[in-house]
């Protein structure tokens, strides 16, 4: 109810122009006097497109609702010029949420109101509501076409790696030996067409030389792509690096970051993604896919002033594409919704919900139409299975949640603690040198084993299959213990012991689960484009593996005790290794990142097993659990803490009992609060306050005396108000009166010309009391997306609240250090 009465209170007013104000997420107030310095980037300025000037004035701040009626005051104001650049955001600075949605229902009753005046009119409304569609179906088209590429070309340089097709360089080796007829059964990837290096460089297969030069050769392209990956990121797009999703999550909640999906770190990403996989690091494609088709939408966007002169409804063509991202990330259109929905997206309505689904399937068509893995499904690593899972199964399903859990938690900590000391070290100085070293000992130490020398995806599509007639992986050598040779199987409901060849695969497995787990955590976060799905899920499918065959051979040999006697008749094979591989494979993602509903989905759409369902949520379930017990941080949201992003997170409760007013500056120990009277200062005695201070806002009071509040004017928009005045009126001058209410004040006859600068004041502001509890205070900034707010005792104006003060106490309150949580 308290909450409810701020808000009518705050947003039930007229505002005059508060659409225009744009306030930096940093200090507002900052009593320790800290410049902040923020270095941007050459690239492309995409995600920061200006905002339309021409609506700049007299909406009214409506809130959560519709707008409310204009005064002829609001009339009044419309008739000014508006003043070019006022309204438009800073890098680096958190945009308007409450200004943008009523800059677009502004935008839209004028539409309206126009469309029955002519058919042109008409057919301009008409295209207003039609680009929504067509934005998302543009950006499901180009997220499609990109992954499949990516796919495509990362498969044929990963086997670059081992050797060349001789009848066409550009096949990889499966393609190469589709059309051999030389090729057997045993020895299906053996075809005259592929010659590995030593075949061409030494002219033999077998032996120890041709086994230095397949070890050497593996190493030289896995160094080169990885050196060729990392010097285009850093020279070419700096923003291209990492997965990309913690970053987008915190421009979903509405902060800028130019370049960051503009056409250069789409065109990087796009070619050094294809690098980074093919050099074997311990990453996936699947995380900077969501990247990639972050910026499509992105750019698409700007073909449409609908989202271009608007970033709150930008954001939501974002939202869009990220479901897309996944969508064609795992072949898992519902799943890429439901991730868009509870893993990245800050502000999610209804439509979003429509128009996402909507460009997860055109992008999930368009991957389907390339085909890029030749099995005409949308994944490598689609599998089916024939046999159901029996209750006794929940107690190992549920011991790999407890695994995928612990892993989880171990790795956010070990990654954030290595990313920590990057930073903080010379060593992240040299990111060249750290991509090499690392990309040089996963090389050599993955040659030798073959679970770590293929390709993370191939691997997990190996240990999700089941065993049947036709494979002849190692994982499969099973023989009947009837005659003591190797088994035929004819179906998959016969069983068999395993011979030495599947042992020998599980303690290779355990050498690579080894393997993977210190490798991923220092290749998380390298200079290079980086995804954690991939990885989690093979170490977690190479655990479910592992467990799977000991719970096989367990029922095999002791089919007699009570767990098996019940559901496991003698000779038939009720336990499925595959399974047991892809619960893990969940279990161990849903640890690391603490996703739910949504890896669910994405894993049932994988497997297209909708019997499997509660195994894996009963594993993902018992992952989060074991995992919050550690630290309710996903892997995503560290990092946004770590980079020191403005993002509060909505799934943090805030339990403290503190006040607005002890949180508020300034402090009792600070300078007094930087304020601006409304029509008794001069232009020489505003512009010295600008100059003197580094803060990004000032409220607007009546006079010195009475601390009454008026309103709220931001530095940027006086500053660029102060300019665009100089060029265009003349009389204006240091001695100049500067005033903020509706007429001048009463001047003397030879007084110069004075300065209205009304048309960029908020007239109103967001106000709390001093005695408002900080629990509803974060709730408000959490929902309706604020970035400061005044606070006030009586209506006399106390002090303000911004963004940053509240990411400062929360961290206060959670013992660490204030600053070191702040954005550098």
């Avoid at 609702?65 to 008739?79: E, I």
């Avoid at 390298?526 to 719970?551: D, E, N």
């Avoid at 040999?557 to 767990?563: A, E, G, I, M, T």
């Avoid at 629990?775 to 929902?783: A, H, S, Y």
Wanted: charge should be neutral; hydrophobic fraction near 45%.
């Amino acid at each position: 109810m308290e909450s409810e009465q701020l808000f009518n209170r705050g947003y039930g007013r007229n505002s005059y122009n508060s659409i225009t104000s744009a306030s930096s997420d940093e200090e507002l107030l900052d009593g320790a006097g800290v410049i902040m310095d923020f270095h941007t980037t050459e690239d492309d300025n995409l995600l920061d497109g200006d905002a339309s000037p021409g609506s700049n004035y007299a909406m009214s701040n409506g809130g959560g609702g519709g707008g409310g009626a204009s005064s002829s005051t609001h009339l009044l104001d419309l008739l000014e010029e508006p003043i070019p650049g006022v309204g438009t955001y800073d890098d680096f600075h958190t945009i308007d949420w409450v200004r943008e949605k009523c800059k677009d229902r502004e935008r839209h009753r004028k539409i309206n109101s126009k469309k029955k005046e002519s058919a042109w009119e008409f057919t301009k409304s008409l295209y207003d509501a039609w680009s929504g569609w067509l934005v998302v179906t543009l950006t499901g088209l180009a997220s499609g076409a990109l992954a499949g590429g990516i796919d495509i070309a990362a498969d044929w340089m990963n086997d670059l790696k081992e050797g060349v097709c001789l009848s066409a360089m550009w096949f990889n080796h499966e393609q190469c030996c589709w059309g051999s007829n030389k090729t057997t059964f045993a020895e299906r990837d053996k075809c005259p067409q592929w010659k590995t290096w030593a075949e061409l460089i030494l002219g033999q297969e077998q032996g120890p030389g041709s086994y230095i030069m397949n070890y050497f050769m593996f190493t030289f392209w896995a160094l080169s792509f990885a050196f060729l990956a990392v010097s285009l990121v850093k020279v070419f797009a700096p923003y291209a690096c990492g997965s990309g999703i913690p970053e987008i999550k915190t421009i979903l909640s509405g902060f800028i970051i130019r370049g960051y999906l503009g056409k250069w770190t789409l065109m990087i990403k796009t070619i050094t993604l294809v690098l980074a996989v093919a050099s074997g690091l311990s990453l996936g494609k699947e995380g900077p896919l969501v990247h990639v088709a972050c910026c499509c939408g992105n750019i698409f966007s700007y073909l449409f002033p609908k989202y271009s002169k608007n970033e709150a409804k930008k954001r939501e063509v974002l939202s869009a594409a990220s479901a897309a991202g996944v969508s064609v990330a795992f072949g898992a259109p519902i799943g890429g919704v439901l991730f868009s929905l509870e893993e990245v997206s800050y502000y999610f309505p209804l439509k979003t919900l429509w128009r996402s689904f909507f460009a997860a399937l055109v992008a999930a068509f368009v991957l389907r139409s390339i085909n890029p893995f030749g099995n005409s499904r949308l994944v490598l690593f689609y599998v089916e299975y024939h046999t159901p899972w029996y209750l006794f199964e929940l107690f190992p399903f549920i011991l790999l949640g407890v695994f995928g859990g612990l892993w989880g938690a171990f790795f956010i900590r070990a990654n954030i603690a290595w990313c920590r000391r990057r930073k903080s070290t010379r060593f992240g100085k040299y990111p060249v040198l750290e991509v090499i070293t690392v990309a040089a000992i996963t090389a050599i130490v993955a040659f030798p084993n073959p679970y770590t020398r293929q390709n993370t995806s191939e691997l997990i599509k190996e240990l999700f299959t089941d065993c049947g007639p036709l494979e002849s992986s190692q994982l499969c050598q099973y023989r009947s213990l009837m005659n003591g040779s190797q088994a035929d199987p004819t179906g998959p409901d016969t069983a068999s012991a395993a011979t030495p060849g599947v042992y020998s695969a599980m303690w290779q497995l355990s050498l690579a689960l080894v393997f993977k787990i210190i490798m991923t955590i220092f290749t998380f976060g390298l200079k290079v484009p980086s995804g954690l799905f991939i990885p989690s899920m093979a170490i977690g499918a190479i655990a479910g593996r592992i467990v799977g065959i000991a719970v096989e051979q367990l029922a095999y040999y002791h089919h007699d005790w009570f767990v098996f006697r019940e559901w496991c008749e003698v000779g038939a094979d009720c336990i499925t290794p595959g399974l047991y591989a892809m619960v893990g494979a969940a279990a161990c993602l849903g640890g690391v990142t603490r996703m739910t509903v949504s890896l669910v989905v994405i894993v049932f759409e994988l497997t297209g097993g909708l019997e499997y369902i509660v195994p894996l949520m009963a594993a993902v379930m018992t992952s989060k659990w074991v995992g919050d017990a550690f630290g309710r941080e996903g892997i995503y949201e560290a990092h946004i803490r770590l980079n020191g992003y403005p993002f509060l997170d909505a799934k943090e409760e805030f339990t403290h009992t503190t006040l607005a007013r002890e949180v508020m500056r300034p402090r009792r120990s600070d300078p007094p609060l930087a304020v601006l009277t409304q029509d008794d200062m001069t232009l020489a005695e505003l512009q010295g306050i600008i100059s003197e201070t580094s803060y990004n806002g000032f409220p607007v009071i009546v006079s010195k005396e009475s601390q009454r509040l008026v309103g709220f004017a931001l530095r940027r928009d006086i500053t660029i108000a102060i300019e665009n005045a100089r060029r265009k009126q003349e009389g204006i001058v240091l001695n100049s009166r500067v005033y903020f209410t509706q007429h001048a004040p009463t001047l003397p006859a030879d007084s110069p010309r004075p300065l209205k600068l009304r048309s960029i004041l908020d007239m109103s502001p967001f106000t709390v009391t001093d005695h408002t509890p900080m629990e509803i205070v974060v709730d408000i900034f959490r929902k309706l997306g604020l970035r400061q707010c005044l606070v006030t005792h009586n209506g006399r104006l106390l002090g303000i609240i911004t963004k940053k003060d509240i990411l400062r106490h929360m961290a206060q309150m959670a013992n660490q250090d204030p600053e070191s949580i702040m954005f550098n």
